[in-house]
C-alpha cells in the first residue's frame, strides 16, 4: 500500500503506505519528511539514529525529519509520512500543540501505546484517509491535513495522559514544550541551562522545578541527551572526524567533546565509531 498526495504548486507531500514496496521504503532515506509509525500488524524492531527500539503490536512512533530511520521491509508498520510544505509543526503549533512534545521533544522519538478504544479511533482515522485519497478534487489538500491534524492532538493527548502530564497547568506544559523547542534550535551553541533561562525569561531554578514537578527529565540532561544523539549521528552517518563533530557541536578543544562523549556514551568517539561498525 502506497497511498500519495503531491501538489506541484507548493512541493506539499503526504504518504500513507504499509512499506511492501520498494518505492516506500526509499522514504525513510530522503529528508525532510516526518514520520509517524504505527506497528499495525505486529512488534518490530527499529533503528532510529543508532538506537534499537522494540515497539509492540499497537505502538506509534514519531520521527522527526532530523531522525534517521531504518527498518525492514514488511516490518508490519502503517506509516503517515509528511513533509513541513504538507503540514508544518512549528508553523501550526497553536493548531495542535506538539512541538516539543511529539516532535522535538527528547533525545529519542517518544512511542504512544494505544488502548483497545485508541486503535478503533485510529482504525476510522485511516479509513477515512483512504477514502480521501481516492477523491481527486481542488480541496483533497485541506481534507488530508484535517484528518492529520485530528490525528496529531489525538496522540498529543494520550501521550500527555501516559506521562501523567494530563493535569499540568498550561502555563506549566508550555514552558516544557518552549524549552525542548530552544534546545532542538541551539543545542549546538548553548550546553548551558542559564543561557535557555535568559530566553525564556525564568531563572534556572524555576525552569528545574517545573520540570521536576512535570516528571520530566532534568533540564542540564536534555541538552546533553540532544548533544550527544547529534555527536553519535554524526560519527555514524556523515564523514567527518571527532575533532570535525566536536568543533560543529560547540566544543572549543576536542580533549572537552571525548571527555563529554565518554561521559555521557561510555567510550571514546573512536571507540564507539568502530564498535557500532564491528556490529554490523
Same mark, same amino acid.
Given at each position: 500500500m502506497k497511498l500519495d498526495y503531491t501538489s506541484i504548486k507548493d512541493e506539499s507531500h503526504f504518504i500513507v503506505t504499509n512499506f511492501s514496496c520498494g518505492p516506500a521504503m526509499n522514504l525513510l532515506d530522503q529528508k525532510g519528511f516526518y514520520k509517524i509509525l504505527w506497528a499495525r500488524d505486529s512488534a518490530a524492531q527499529i533503528t532510529v539514529d543508532s538506537y534499537k527500539l522494540q515497539v509492540k503490536k499497537n505502538q506509534v512512533v514519531f520521527c522527526t525529519p532530523l531522525n534517521i530511520v531504518e527498518l525492514e521491509k514488511d516490518a508490519g508498520f502503517t506509516a503517515l509520512v509528511f513533509n513541513r510544505e504538507f503540514y508544518c !509543526?512549528? +508553523?501550526h503549533d497553536k493548531e495542535v500543540s506538539c512541538n516539543g512534545f511529539l516532535f522535538y521533544g527528547s533525545s529519542l522519538p517518544p512511542v504512544l501505546t494505544l488502548s483497545e478504544r485508541d486503535i478503533k479511533s485510529f482504525e476510522a482515522m485511516l479509513v477515512i484517509l483512504k477514502e480521501?485519497? =481516492?477523491t481527486k478534487d481542488h480541496i483533497q489538500g485541506e481534507m488530508l491535513r484535517s484528518i492529520l491534524k485530528r490525528l496529531l492532538i489525538k496522540s498529543t493527548r494520550l501521550i500527555k495522559e501516559d506521562n501523567n502530564q494530563a493535569d499540568l497547568p498550561k502555563p506549566q506544559y508550555d514552558l516544557v514544550r518552549q524549552y525542548h523547542v530552544l534546545v532542538e534550535q541551539h543545542f549546538k551553541q548553548k550546553h548551558q541551562v542559564a543561557d535557555y533561562a535568559d530566553m525564556l525569561f525564568k531563572s534556572p531554578k524555576t525552569l528545574s522545578n517545573a520540570f521536576k514537578k512535570s516528571g520530566n527529565k532534568s533540564p542540564l540532561k536534555i541538552i546533553n541527551e540532544r548533544i550527544i544523539l547529534e555527536a553519535k549521528r554524526l560519527l &555514524?552517518?556523515? +564523514?567527518?572526524?571527532?575533532? =570535525? !563533530?566536536?568543533?560543529? &557541536?560547540?566544543?572549543s578543544e576536542p580533549a572537552h567533546f571525548s571527555k563529554f562523549f565518554k561521559n555521557q556514551a561510555g567510550s571514546p568517539p573512536g571507540s564507539f565509531q568502530k564498535e557500532f561498525k564491528s556490529n554490523l
Open positions: !509543526i512549528r +508553523d480521501e485519497f =481516492e &555514524l552517518y556523515s +564523514d567527518k572526524n571527532a575533532e =570535525e !563533530i566536536g568543533f560543529e &557541536l560547540g566544543f
